[in-house]
């Protein structure tokens, strides 16, 4: 799986992976991690989702990381924003109040940048990665993330034999295989979604839930 896959899914709409509300597991849970007003928050393969003008609309700088131009454009359009566009090292930089759209692959993030973030979002980022890239982006990104950082992750856990990803199965024992080292990890839910999520019961799922973890970075 490589970067002409997610190209080509929003190029021919392909795009069901792409919720019509806001993720109420983050409305939930993102209270519970605490951040100052203002903090600026890390949202990797953002996609056009709207949780990342949710999280502008609470008082948080938001840094979302998108490969898609076309996903960039549509969330611009879709909430009557017209962004500032400059060019950058990693991307094209899409800029309107808050809401910052890096245009650019998650694996071309500089340590600057990374360091600059107080918070992580990752509801979609670490599930749509197969397990030899999972590695890597835990490396990159949450290695170069700043002691004290904060993440909410989301994850899915069903039968991977019984469906190709992705998304993919990442269940807590590698949650904790590959952050555990330098992160202090909490489970804070788990949650059955099968009977909620149809279409992957049509591909043949006999069992599938969410996870919510919150991260601390040591």
Known sequence: MDT???????????TGFHQSRVMPLLQKHWPGLGLPAGSRVLVPLAGKTLDVAWL???????????????AVGQFFEEHALRPEIRPTPQGALYRAGSIEFLCGDIFGLDAETLAGCAACYDRAALIALPPELRTRYARH???QL??????LLLTLDYPQEEMDGPPFSVPESE??????????????ETRDVLAQEPKFAARGLSRMSTGVFRLTAA
């Open 4 to 14: 002409d896959f997610w190209l080509q899914r929003w190029e021919v709409g392909q």
């Open 56 to 70: 502008a609309a609470q008082g948080y700088a938001v840094l979302a990381v998108e490969l898609s131009p076309i």
């Open 141 to 143: 990104v949450y290695g």
């Open 146 to 151: 700043p002691a004290g950082c904060r993440t």
């Open 175 to 188: 949650v904790r295989a590959l952050y555990g080292d330098r992160w202090r990890i909490e489970r804070l």
